[in-house]
């Protein structure tokens, strides 16, 4: 099974939903890796002929089955970045009652929901579902660099390469966790990484 | 009276001090033997003659070297500064609400003549003389925000209000405990304080949104905070947290008395004509534990306060590790004779210390 159960957190941190089929002429699904499993979820004949299916599929093989629905428009993109160009030019012909399907990792959901946002769609408009990984994108609060696809805590920055802690703050902005160097009072006194959720 | 301004360093060699004036002012935070989280609001409308609370904008002797250690830190990180584009037009009235709050307080070192939109503004201590357009960003060498509060002590925060709700839209935050405007910036009231422990269930930001939200023009409020900082350092901000952070094992039984700070922020909060956003200042104090120990009165209580803090709060606030040794120094200065009521130091009627 597909779904994480997040546990209880502070209130900067994103809560996921569960997607449903809505009414409307148009919809865009954005989906990577186990998020496909969600779209099979809820996937119709009669949906899928007035969607747009934008796939990422991070090392997965769900592909030929999301093929197998027979969207209006089907799109796999190597990375979020690669398809980001392409999700924007979709979104500027947006009508008000699109409706916006983000399922899959917390990364990509996060920072899809920003163009989302940024063209003007209410967030009604939008629905998400986590799927698949746990993995967070984080944020150096010293040097500012996102590391993506984050699973354990303490972690290194890719950027400046100091060890970070993982904090429980979310900015929908950034769409990314908050990381801080975790020897700041002690260096080198580094302790030993573990899943984010252990 | 006129202020002598000091020259003097919040960071490497630290020669920030404060006069016998300042200490005697100092806004210590603790009312009575203990603390625990309130919503704490009270208007700002004036205090006691001489004291931080009289003016809408203290002035005190750092004013000067204040505004040097501000340029420093945004000349390192341009972050600091940061405002969405709908928030100019409430930095046009944070302009405004300053340059003549200041005129009035302090004839004798601000002056504001306005005619129509043409504006002259004379900041005798820092030394400017400038004449601009009222709400023409082309004639201010930076956005109204950043101009106004490159010449005003405290952090501040501008935030608009939607949807029964307050946005942290737009902020100068240089002299912060601990967080960051960059990653902070678009969150709304309870977004950004998600990281505070215990007091979410206790219901204090529910209430303070539902006070703040209702804050009228002409109507400002005042709050106090406060937590620990080892070394009059302005700049503890999660973005040098990787270099300031070592500083904190510094201490020792020897130079705890001046190295250790009981850093307190005076927010308060006036709503905006235009833009009805919602301006807070937060404007941090530093004194010295030596310093602090010259009243009585406050040598006893922050003994007891430090001692009986929640431990989740000593380390929310960034001390747990070194509580012991602030209250080794401490006890020195606690006989466990009662405190009068109240902040203030109560110098002509509180007993020496017995011991």
Known sequence: MSKFEFPKSIASRPVWGTLEPRQGEHHLMIADAEGAEAVLDIATPDLMAKTHLIYIPKGTDYVERLQALNPAQFYEGPSYEAALQRIRRVLEDAHMGLQVYLTGTEGMMGQAMNEVMTVGLPHTAIQTEHRGSAARRMQCVHCKGITEDVEVDPFVCSHCGLNLFVRDHYSRRLAAYQGVRVDAEDHGNLPEPKGIYE | ?355
């Open chain 2, 1 to 355: 009276m006129t202020i002598q301004f000091n020259d003097e360093s919040f960071r490497d060699d630290y020669t920030f001090h404060n006069s016998d004036w300042a200490i005697k002012r100092f806004p210590f935070p603790f009312h009575e033997d203990s603390y625990m989280y309130s919503v704490n609001m009270e208007q700002h409308k004036g205090g006691p003659e001489g004291s931080v609370y009289e003016m809408r904008f203290d002035v005190d002797e750092h004013y000067v070297s204040e505004m040097k250690d501000r340029a420093l830190v945004l000349d390192q990180d341009p972050l600091r500064c940061q405002s969405l584009p709908h928030m100019t037009l409430a930095g046009w009235d944070l302009l405004e609400l300053i340059m003549v709050s200041k005129s009035e307080d302090y004839p004798d070192l601000f002056e504001l003549h306005r005619n129509g939109n043409q504006w002259r503004w004379i900041n005798k201590p820092m030394g400017i003389d400038h004449s601009f357009t009222f709400m023409d960003e082309t004639t201010l060498p930076y956005g109204p925000m950043e101009y106004i509060t490159r010449q005003a002590q405290g952090d501040f925060v501008v935030l608009d209000q939607r949807d029964e709700m307050l946005w942290m839209d737009a902020g100068m935050v240089t002299t912060q405990a601990d967080w960051s405007l960059d990653f902070d910036i678009g969150m709304n009231f309870f977004e950004w304080h998600a990281p505070v422990p215990k007091a979410h269930e206790m219901g204090i930001f529910k209430r303070a949104l539902k006070f703040l939200l209702n804050i009228q023009q002409g109507a400002p409020a005042r709050r106090l905070n406060w937590t620990m900082t080892v070394n009059p350092l302005l700049d503890t901000s999660p973005e040098n947290y990787h270099q300031w952070g070592i500083q904190k094992t510094t201490l020792t039984p020897e130079n705890i008395g001046h190295k250790q700070h009981l850093r307190v922020e005076l927010q308060t909060f006036f709503r905006l004509p235009r833009s009805n956003a919602l301006v807070f200042p937060i404007r941090c104090y530093l004194c010295s534990f030596q310093d602090l120990m010259t009243a009585p009165k406050w040598g006893r209580r922050l003994h007891r306060v430090i001692r009986d803090l929640p431990d989740e709060l000593a380390t929310y606030k960034g001390f747990i590790d070194n509580r012991p040794m602030m209250l080794d120094y401490l006890s020195q200065f606690d006989d466990g004779l009662p405190t009068s009521a109240g902040v203030w130091p109560d110098l002509e009627t509180e007993p020496p210390l017995a011991k």
